[in-house]
């Protein structure tokens, strides 16, 4: 007898644990939200209280409560919509527009927390992936001419990438590589003076550059270095592209 009673009240628990489900509430844009067509559903916000209802007509029945700044929504027995319109506005001045679609399925709870409005999320995402892209690009660089610093290539003759670091320093183009949107240029840099001769990446940036990698900072008399930089893609360069 005792361990029927157990499952029985476990089972009577179980059945009052409504679904959660977690939305994005952006400002002044619409959610559209599947609600039960026969029971009570929860609208709670996170961090936030329901201020103001507008919309409301007679084929939904809402209950607020003050405390805590939540709904509770029924669609009416009589409704002949597929659809019901509600805009609701937060304590902290948000306005978001509910397109309530009533399914004869068990209530749930939605709980709505503030989002970044979508602009600015693909901003950030997109802001993240340029970075993920170049730092790519010169680990690649890095990797293809690790081996072969000093070597003697042929330098390309592009007007538009010429550096010039001053007369201790000799700085050669010797290879431009492609990838997707972004040129990366690969110079050496040779100490031509008779002293040591120390590099600055904040020295050695130019317009237009948006990221540089030296493989050594120090070069002692006659010594060679890379100097690796990310730009913009240029139409007008003829580049190796990188797989």
């Known amino acids: 007898m005792v361990k029927t009673l157990f499952i029985i009240t476990i089972l009577l628990i179980s059945n009052r644990v409504h679904a959660l489900r977690q939305l994005p509430l952006i400002d002044h844009q619409k959610s559209v939200v599947e609600i039960s067509n026969s029971e009570m559903t929860r609208i709670a916000l996170k961090e936030d209280r329901i201020k103001q209802i507008f919309g409301v007509e007679s084929d939904l029945t809402v209950e607020v409560d003050e405390v805590t700044g939540q709904i509770f929504l029924r669609p009416m027995g009589s409704i002949h919509r597929d659809h019901i319109n509600l805009t609701i506005i937060t304590e902290k001045g948000l306005t978001h527009d509910l397109k309530l679609i009533p399914k004869a399925k068990e209530a749930d709870t939605i709980l709505f927390y503030q989002a970044l409005e979508e602009p600015a999320t693909h901003e950030v995402t997109s802001r993240a992936s340029r970075i993920n892209q170049i730092a790519d690009l010169i680990r690649q660089m890095s990797e293809q001419t690790n081996s072969s ?95």
């Open 149 to 243: 610093v000093g070597c003697s290539q042929h330098p390309l003759k592009l007007n538009s990438s010429k550096r010039d670091y001053g007369p201790d320093l000799h700085v050669e183009l010797i290879e431009v590589v492609s990838q997707g949107s972004w040129e990366g240029l690969i110079y050496t840099i040779r100490n031509i003076s008779s002293a040591q001769q120390y590099l600055h990446l904040e020295c050695l940036a130019q317009k237009g550059d948006r990221a540089l990698a030296l493989l050594n900072n120090s070069l002692a008399p006659k010594e060679v270095t890379r100097l690796l930089v990310v730009r913009e893609h240029s139409k007008t360069s003829k580049s190796k592209r990188l797989s």
